[in-house]
């Protein structure tokens, strides 16, 4: 369903507010296309859930349970890196600095969104 002008605009008008009151949390929301899985974990992941088959093979082969178990943790350990990102920015440490230092213009945020929203009731028949 399309947004009419007057919604977009009032879209707009958010977006930019919002990149203005909370910078880093509009840009953690941003949708990022070009940001893709790394080929170097991929393959580093998938060659130590080789090594990994290999070790579980192994303990299997000797009978001996502890090295089966061993293998099978990396082997995990290695499908899990290979799937999830790193963190790219590091900055987990200052977010709470950031909220609040940023906790009284959110104020006015919430307010003004509060009065676009009161004046596109008004508008509606």
């Known amino acids: 369903m399309a ?3 007057h919604e977009q605009r009032l879209l707009d008008q958010l977006e930019q507010q919002l990149h203005a009151d909370d910078p ?3 840009h953690s929301m941003a949708s990022n296309t070009g ?3 790394s080929t170097r974990r991929i393959v580093l992941g998938s060659l130590v859930t080789v090594a990994g088959l290999a070790v579980l093979l192994l303990g299997i082969w000797n009978q001996f349970i502890p090295v089966g178990v061993a293998g099978f943790l990396i082997m995990g350990a290695g499908v899990y890196y290979a799937t999830t990102r790193s963190k790219v920015d590091g900055a987990a ?5 950031v909220a609040k230092a940023s906790s009284s ?3 006015s945020f919430l307010s003004s969104l509060e009065e676009k929203w009161d004046e596109r ?3 509606q028949p």
């Open 105 to 107: 213009p959110r104020g």
């Open 93 to 97: 440490p200052g977010a709470g600095k």
């Open 24 to 26: 880093k949390f509009a």
């Open 3 to 5: 947004l009419s002008e």
């Open 35 to 37: 940001r893709s899985m």
């Open 121 to 123: 009731k008004r508008d």
